[in-house]
Antibody, heavy 117, light 111 residues
Framework: EEQLVESGGGLVKPGGSLRLSCEAS????????LNWVRQTPGKGLEWVSS??????YIHYADSVKGRFTISRDGAKSSLQMNRLRVEDTAVYFC????????????WGQGTLVTVSS | QSVLTQPPSVSGAPGRRVTISCTGT?????????VHWYQQFPGTAPKVVMY???NRPSGVPDRFSGSKSGTSASLAITGLQAEDEADYYC???????????FGGGTKLTVL
């Protein structure tokens, strides 16, 4: 079964850092672009970042640019989150994309990040 | 404030038809970028129910259909069933922002 599994969420103080991981199983992640999407409790979806299959193309939402860094290595992708703010509190999903501008066809279950003092 | 605009809620009786609209701008839907639709149940990850405006993934009932015109798109569900009750999100690419954008989501209630 194809799966994506996120880990690394937790409680962190404002200004702190956290590193999320997304691990693939049941398929070869290297053939796909990877995205991170977050969802504030009770609210909608917000795209955060994307990385192409070759890591040549990396993009960030303006809300996280300069603070978050996406990377990938083999069957894993990571999202390094620095200088966290209260408004970064959300469930973070990783999602697979099969090609340029294709839909997000496989999602992980999400990991909760809470930024609070 | 989401870049793509959806009604917060829609409802319909079992067996009826509902439509969910998604309004964008000339930077996203109006620029020719395709619209994808996701269904999300509480506590679970979103799942694509329509891609490239009007294509259904395998396993999605043919009661679901999609369309796109100008700067808007819509998702229609006919023969409403209780199992369709969920949140629905539209998605497109925005060339001005250089990334993906989502609608604010629409909660579908089956009366």
């Amino acid at each position: 079964e194809e799966q994506l599994v996120e880990s690394g969420g937790g409680l962190v103080k404002p200004g702190g850092s956290l590193r999320l991981s997304c691990e693939a199983s049941g398929f070869t992640l290297s053939g796909y672009s990877l995205n991170w999407v977050r969802q504030t409790p009770g609210k909608g979806l917000e795209w955060v970042s994307s990385i192409s299959a070759s890591s040549s193309y990396i993009h960030y939402a303006d809300s996280v640019k300069g603070r978050f860094t996406i990377s990938r290595d083999g069957a894993k992708s990571s999202l390094q989150m620095n200088r966290l703010r209260v408004e970064d509190t959300a469930v973070y999903f990783c999602a697979r994309v099969g090609g340029e501008l294709r839909p997000f066809d496989l999602w992980g279950q999400g990991t909760l990040v809470t930024v609070s003092s | 404030q989401s870049v793509l605009t959806q009604p917060p809620s829609v409802s319909g009786a079992p067996g009826r038809r509902v439509t969910i609209s998604c309004t964008g701008t000339s930077s996203n839907i109006g620029a020719g970028y395709d619209v994808h639709w996701y269904q999300q149940f509480p506590g679970t990850a979103p799942k694509v129910v329509m891609y490239d405006n009007s294509n259904r993934p395998s396993g999605v009932p043919d009661r679901f259909s999609g369309s796109k015109s100008g700067t808007s798109a819509s998702l229609a569900i006919t023969g409403l069933q209780a199992e369709d009750e969920a949140d629905y999100y539209c998605q497109s690419y925005d060339r001005s922002l250089g990334g993906w954008v989502f609608g604010g989501g629409t909660k579908l209630t089956v009366l």
